[in-house]
């Protein structure tokens, strides 16, 4: 696949803009009001996708991976900076079946195809963990802008289903989210530096690959902020363009979400946009 322009340029030199999405939001023909709600928003919602049984399972499941000896160094276990507290773990539907059948029978393949107009394929699935009192923050950025420049990602024509392991209530770090910004495309500054990924993994405040503090508050006044809580077992689908965001937890409360990226088949990942050689299969699949 051959892009001769880069309609989303971003990781400029120069000042960065806000300019609008040059593509679909919902790539299929349905009218099912769900899906319009997520054209028009960015995001839906819905409770009971999973049940208690396979909550728990996955639970377990998380469990068994982050105190696998096995695991002690293995690259998709993130742990919090200077701590040994998981904060993510990547590849999780292939490293658990158990993970993977919650995902299927969530509904949330359908959801994607419905809203992709195609069939799709993971680009990439992890758990974001925030234990209690020590689950640090994941500053705002589009998930879009660092798959176009890290991983080649030609086209915003993907979408992340998150469900919900434990309750995620407004004060234990939930995903933020600016609805309506999905249909715009903020663009960043800054150089990527080479494997960047391993930073800002770990970082809580990146300083490449997201907006400035001017962009970000922009886009608050244009499009207010939703906090999105739900119970354990549901589930949050979102644009890949959204502006995104969640807190630190310093409650006693954990959160626990499974997030699964669904890609386009007819969208395939291209070399990285920002130059740099491609992130690892487990952050970025190439089917």
Request: hydrophobic share 35%; proline share 7%.
């Amino acid at each position: 696949m051959t892009i001769a322009v880069d309609d989303y340029q971003s990781r400029v030199s120069g000042r960065p803009e806000i300019v609008e999405r040059r593509d679909p939001v919902l790539w299929g023909r349905s009218e099912d009001p769900e899906v319009l709600q997520f054209g028009e928003r960015g995001y839906i919602q819905r409770e009971g996708a999973l049940d208690r049984q396979r909550i728990d399972a996955c639970l377990a499941e998380i469990d068994r991976i982050g105190s696998d000896p096995r695991m002690a160094g293995d690259p998709r276990i993130i742990r919090e900076a200077g701590s040994e507290a998981v904060r993510s773990i990547f590849d999780v539907h292939d490293l658990s079946e158990v993970v993977w059948e919650a995902v299927e029978r969530s509904g949330a393949i359908d959801l994607a195809r419905q809203i992709l107009g195609s069939d799709v394929y993971v680009h990439q699935s992890r758990l974001n963990y925030k234990p209690g009192f020590a689950g640090g923050a994941f500053y705002w950025h589009s998930d879009f802008e660092t798959w176009h420049a890290e991983d080649g990602m030609p086209r915003p024509r993907a979408c992340s289903a998150s469900l919900a392991l434990t309750p995620n209530e407004t004060y234990n770090g939930p995903l933020m989210i600016m609805p309506g910004t999905h249909k715009y495309y903020v663009q960043c500054a800054g150089e990527t530096p080479e494997n960047y990924y391993k930073e800002s993994l770990v970082s809580t405040s990146p300083k490449i690959g997201v907006p400035s503090e001017e962009h970000i508050s922009e886009m608050y006044e244009r499009h207010g902020l939703d906090v999105l809580t739900g119970g354990a077992g549901s589930m949050t689908m979102f644009d890949c363009n959204a502006l995104h965001a969640s807190g630190g937890n310093i409650t006693p409360l954990p959160r626990a979400n499974v997030f699964i990226v669904f890609n386009s088949v007819e969208n395939e990942l291209t070399e990285p946009f920002a130059g740099t050689p491609p992130r690892p299969d487990f952050l970025a699949r190439r089917p």
